[in-house]
């Protein structure tokens, strides 16, 4: 029987009717979009974010960047320490003091008992505090240089964070266009119900697609909130802040410069070959420590008044009785710790330079599968649809073939944003893999008063 244009009472929608639910379901997106209609009028007055600017910002917010710099102040801190004579070291003693007979606990009768005080220094030599000055001043180039991986690391992934929230920006815009398309899809569908030329199962089809669209635009809003928060995170500005033209992924810092030259300066080798240096002062300390310091003390002793005072002068040096078995063991310790970074550091560039070419070969794939896309699949996906939609203009297709190539069209919006995100992470790591010198200047915290004083005591 054919479906009348005319609902009668017991077709018209009811409480839980399905044609109610999507009803509720598109009251809800329309309130969504009423309440950020607002959005895009503040996100416009502000300057727009592109990709380098949120990392540099990233980099200069970032605290962990920050212990590293306050820890290589340390170090320098100690290397000026370490320079120095050790304290000298003021002695009162009572010697000598009598525990029996007729001048028991007396500190005057017994000729022997005295009264001393006695200055003590120990002359630590100076190739020894240089071997001291130089291995804290190597740790502060390692701590420097952990601040550079960090850095790096920070901008990799607020760079990231800046092509996800793209990403998401574009997936909802995709899902906007695709609703709109099926909106008047459904309008269609129900114009050609009532000229008796469509059919239910046409309506109800273009209505479900819409549903579809619609439950995946609610997942593709919280997405895109979320990646939001994460680039704020990152730069610490607005989450509505609107991003600036994307880059050309065509190029990246690797493009013009010999790679292998290149990774030479990747922060974690330059960390690595920091740590070898500090093991190779510390190796030198070991080497300075074979020769023992010798301290001198000078002593005045006061006794009773019939007998005189005394002045004593002593000089003490440590015996190194057993040094193959420790000083010579400390030191080849040393320089077998040094040995052991030496060889790391040259596993780390081996591994380093195969992972980057891995980087460049999926990044120069995912730029051929991006213009597979554009060139020859969209333009296919677009010629299905038209010609699905001619044919059923022309009765000889149903409706669900339209459907069924716009839901193409959708898919493959969406596996080219996937693929241009994937592409993108790979530039951001190539592009950042050594971080941005502008960041190297970032100042370092300052120390508080309270602190300083303290210090100072």
Same mark, same amino acid.
């Given at each position: 029987?054919?479906?009348?244009?005319?609902?009668?009472?017991?077709?018209?929608?009811?409480?839980?009717?399905?044609?109610?639910?999507?009803?509720?379901?598109?009251?809800?997106?329309?309130?969504?979009?009423?309440?950020?209609?607002?959005?895009?009028?503040?996100?416009?007055?502000?300057?727009?974010?592109?990709?380098?600017?949120?990392?540099?910002?990233?980099?200069?917010?970032?605290?962990?960047?920050?212990?590293?710099?306050?820890?290589?102040?340390?170090?320098?801190?100690?290397?000026?320490?370490?320079?120095?004579?050790?304290?000298?070291?003021?002695r009162l003693s009572l010697d000598n003091v009598p525990v029996d007979g007729p001048d028991a606990f007396s500190t005057t009768r017994d000729f022997m008992t005295q009264r001393s005080v006695s200055l003590m220094q120990t002359f630590t030599r100076e190739d020894k505090r240089n071997a001291r000055v130089?291995?804290?001043?190597?740790?502060?180039?390692?701590?420097?240089?952990?601040?550079?991986?960090?850095?790096?690391?920070?901008?990799?992934?607020?760079?990231?964070?800046?092509?996800?929230?793209?990403?998401?920006?574009?997936?909802?815009?995709?899902?906007?266009?695709?609703?709109?398309?099926?909106?008047?899809?459904?309008?269609?569908?129900?114009?050609?119900?009532?000229?008796?030329?469509?059919?239910?199962?046409?309506?109800?089809?273009?209505?479900?697609?819409?549903?579809?669209?619609?439950?995946?635009?609610?997942?593709?809003?919280?997405?895109?909130? #979320?990646?939001?928060?994460?680039?704020?995170?990152?730069?610490?500005?607005?989450?509505?802040?609107?991003?600036?033209?994307?880059?050309?992924?065509?190029?990246?810092?690797?493009?013009?410069?010999?790679?292998?030259?290149?990774?030479?300066?990747?922060?974690?080798?330059?960390?690595?070959?920091?740590?070898?240096?500090?093991?190779?002062?510390?190796?030198?300390?070991?080497?300075?420590?074979?020769?023992?310091?010798?301290?001198?003390?000078?002593?005045?002793?006061?006794?009773?008044?019939?007998?005189? #005072?005394?002045?004593?002068?002593?000089?003490?040096?440590?015996?190194?009785?057993?040094?193959?078995?420790?000083?010579?063991?400390?030191?080849?310790?040393?320089?077998?710790?040094?040995?052991?970074?030496?060889?790391?550091?040259?596993?780390?560039?081996?591994?380093?330079?195969?992972?980057?070419?891995?980087?460049?070969?999926?990044?120069?794939?995912?730029?051929?599968?991006?213009?597979?896309?554009?060139?020859?699949?969209?333009?296919?996906?677009?010629?299905?649809?038209?010609?699905?939609?001619?044919?059923?203009?022309?009765?000889?297709?149903?409706?669900?073939?339209?459907?069924?190539?716009?839901?193409?069209?959708?898919?493959?919006?969406?596996?080219?944003?996937?693929?241009?995100?994937?592409?993108?992470?790979?530039?951001?790591?190539?592009?950042?893999?050594?971080?941005?010198?502008?960041?190297?200047?970032?100042?370092?915290?300052?120390?508080?008063?309270?602190?300083?004083?303290?210090?100072?005591?």
């Open positions: 029987m054919p479906f009348s244009s005319s609902a009668s009472a017991s077709q018209r929608p009811r409480r839980g009717h399905p044609w109610v639910t999507h009803a509720r379901l598109a009251a809800a997106l329309l309130l969504s979009h009423m309440a950020h209609a607002q959005a895009p009028a503040a996100a416009s007055a502000m300057p727009a974010l592109s990709v380098h600017e949120a990392a540099r910002a990233a980099a200069v917010r970032a605290a962990s960047p920050t212990a590293a710099e306050a820890a290589a102040q340390a170090a320098r801190e100690l290397a000026v320490a370490s320079a120095q004579l050790p304290d000298p070291v003021l130089d291995r804290f001043r190597r740790e502060a180039d390692a701590a420097q240089a952990e601040r550079r991986v960090r850095i790096a690391a920070v901008q990799r992934e607020a760079a990231i964070a800046w092509f996800e929230r793209r990403a998401a920006e574009q997936r909802l815009a995709l899902l906007r266009v695709q609703r709109e398309e099926a909106r008047l899809q459904i309008e269609a569908a129900e114009a050609a119900l009532r000229a008796g030329h469509g059919s239910a199962a046409d309506t109800i089809g273009a209505r479900d697609a819409l549903a579809q669209i619609d439950q995946a635009e609610l997942a593709a809003r919280a997405e895109l909130a #979320n990646t939001r928060r994460m680039l704020a995170r990152w730069t610490g500005g607005p989450d509505e802040q609107p991003l600036a033209a994307a880059p050309k992924l065509e190029r990246h810092a690797f493009v013009v410069h010999d790679l292998a030259d290149r990774l030479q300066q990747h922060p974690d080798l330059v960390q690595l070959a920091a740590r070898e240096a500090v093991a190779a002062s510390e190796a030198d300390i070991a080497r300075a420590e074979r020769e023992p310091d010798w301290t001198a003390e000078l002593m005045y002793s006061l006794r009773g008044s019939r007998y005189s #005072n005394m002045m004593s002068v002593a000089i003490s040096v440590p015996l190194p009785w057993d040094r193959p078995q420790r000083q010579d063991r400390e030191l080849a310790a040393r320089l077998a710790q040094a040995e052991a970074l030496r060889a790391e550091r040259v596993e780390l560039g081996r591994d380093q330079l195969a992972r980057t070419q891995v980087w460049i070969e999926a990044w120069r794939a995912g730029l051929a599968r991006l213009a597979l896309i554009d060139l020859e699949r969209e333009p296919l996906a677009r010629q299905r649809v038209d010609a699905a939609l001619g044919a059923y203009r022309g009765g000889s297709a149903a409706l669900a073939a339209v459907l069924e190539a716009r839901r193409a069209v959708l898919a493959l919006g969406m596996d080219r944003i996937d693929v241009e995100l994937e592409t993108a992470r790979l530039w951001a790591r190539l592009e950042f893999l050594i971080p941005d010198p502008d960041t190297r200047a970032v100042p370092a915290p300052a120390v508080p008063a309270a602190a300083t004083s303290e210090a100072s005591r």
